[in-house]
């Protein structure tokens, strides 16, 4: 992240100019060896917004609220007499958790880095039974946005990755997917512009 080049000139005793150092926005680059853009110098821009969630209470209770204002009571049936079909439906996103479950995670992501990731693991007939929430900072995606690279630490120097392909209906193996509305784009990538500005201000 840029450095803070804040400066303080006190003009007398009751009065003080402060000038606040604009702060960059961080670096998209492309790996030319690996395909996917990386996300600042060190390629940890996702990790600095979670840190400023995790280390700063008021923005971390703010994120936490409007992620929970955004998923509100979770899903259900509008028609009472499918009540019964959809909770069997929403009980299982995966053997381990629920729609709802997944989609407090995804609430969340949509709240640090107006996007998120889901995972789809297919039968043999490429029909999805599984999704699974991909957490958004450890993803990298590629210039073309058809692969996903997933990595426990991008800050080692060769990351060990696993790589995703983009689901399309019919294919059968593991995927990826990603909504198609609300992001920012920035230079044709992914990009949170809106949350760095209020992180850092």
């Known amino acids: 992240m840029a450095k803070n080049n804040t400066s303080i000139e006190v003009l007398n005793n009751n009065l003080a ?3 606040f150092g604009e702060e960059k926005r961080p670096e998209l680059k492309k790996d030319w060896q690996h395909e ?3 996300y600042g110098k060190k390629n940890d821009f996702p990790q600095e917004l979670v840190r400023y969630f995790e280390e700063h209470a008021e923005h971390g209770a703010i994120v936490n609220a409007k992620a929970r204002y955004l998923w509100g009571r979770g899903l259900k049936a509008v028609n ?3 009540d019964e079909q959809a909770d069997l439906f929403l009980s299982k996103a995966n053997r381990f958790e629920s729609w709802n479950k997944i989609g407090q995670k995804l609430a969340l992501d949509c709240e640090l880095f107006n996007s998120f990731y889901l995972q789809i693991i297919t039968d043999i007939n490429g029909k999805p039974v599984e999704y699974f ?3 958004y900072a450890n993803c990298r995606l590629s210039e073309c946005k058809t692969k996903l690279y997933f990595c426990e630490d991008w800050t080692v ?3 060990d990755f696993k790589v ?3 689901y399309k209906k019919g294919q059968v193996g593991t995927f990826f997917t990603l909504p ?3 992001i920012y784009p920035s230079a044709g990538y992914f990009y949170r512009e809106r949350c760095f500005a209020k992180c850092r201000s």
């Open 180 to 182: 198609t509305r609300g």
């Open 80 to 82: 009472k007499e499918q």
């Open 164 to 166: 995703f392909s983009i």
């Open 157 to 159: 120097r060769n990351p």
């Open 17 to 19: 100019f402060v000038q």
């Open 133 to 135: 929430h991909l957490q």
């Open 36 to 38: 996917y853009i990386k």
